[in-house]
């Protein structure tokens, strides 16, 4: 069964680290480039990080800049995202997706709930 | 950054009414532009892409058009399903930048 399945979100005190991990199954993993996008609970969507087919380029919203980062590894199927020093505003939904093509999501996780707060 | 910007927030309609929403952007992108629909609680489900190419398993009623800087999305008949919030996204460039969104809500 093609599908992303996210896990490791949680309550999480301002400052401190949570890791989020998305695992994939049911499609050739490594020939694809995998993104994180994030829903602050009432608001839109907002893009918040980037990673190549073999890891090797990461580009990141500005929001999250120096506290996020993002990685893979091939061998597990399994995109992660580091987020140090929490904030507040970092609270949302966060999905892993899958892009094609160009960069459209043609296939998303069903979210985990990261919430910071104090 | 490019910039994608959407109209309107939001819009009320019937069932059987046709809408259009239009997104955008601050400077020219081809035809690099997909469109989503996302439901409370579920996670965003693409609809359209190049602009108005229409992913698998997605109704004819949608449809989507535009180049450049200018892009719309039409629901030609709406259904009770169709009741959802849509947004638009940059491709081909990083950031990958959506629009606020379009909430279509029931009359």
């Known amino acids: 069964q093609v599908q992303l399945v996210e896990s490791g979100g949680g309550v999480v005190q301002p400052g401190r680290s949570l890791r989020l991990s998305c695992a994939a199954s049911?499609?050739?993993?490594?020939?694809?480039?995998m993104d994180w996008v994030r829903q602050a609970p009432g608001k839109g969507l907002e893009w918040i990080a980037f990673?190549?087919?073999?890891?090797?380029?990461?580009f990141y919203a500005d929001s999250v800049k120096g506290r996020l980062t993002i990685s893979r590894d091939n061998s597990k199927n399994t995109v992660f995202l580091q987020m140090n020093s929490l904030r507040l505003e970092d609270t949302a939904v966060y999905y892993c997706?899958?892009?094609?093509?160009?960069?459209?999501?043609?296939?998303w996780g069903r979210g985990t709930l990261v919430t910071v707060s104090s | 950054d490019i910039q994608m910007t959407q109209s309107p927030s939001s819009v009320s309609a019937s069932v059987g009414d046709g809408v259009t929403i239009t997104c955008r952007a601050s400077?020219?992108?081809?035809?690099?532009l997909a469109w989503y629909q996302q439901k409370p609680g579920e996670a965003p489900k693409l609809l359209i892409y190049?602009?108005?190419t229409l992913q698998s398993g997605v109704p004819s009623r949608f449809s989507g058009s535009g180049s450049g800087t200018d892009f719309t999305l039409t629901i030609s008949s709406l259904q009770p399903e169709d009741f959802a919030t849509y947004y638009c996204?940059?491709?081909?460039?990083?950031?990958?930048?959506f629009g606020q969104g379009t909430k279509v809500e029931i009359k």
């Open positions: 190049a602009a108005s």
């Open positions: 997706a899958r892009a094609r093509g160009r960069g459209w999501f043609d296939l």
């Open positions: 990673i190549s087919y073999d890891g090797g380029n990461e």
């Open positions: 049911g499609f050739t993993f490594s020939s694809y480039t």
């Open positions: 400077q020219g992108i081809g035809n690099w």
């Open positions: 996204q940059l491709a081909n460039s990083l950031p990958r930048t």
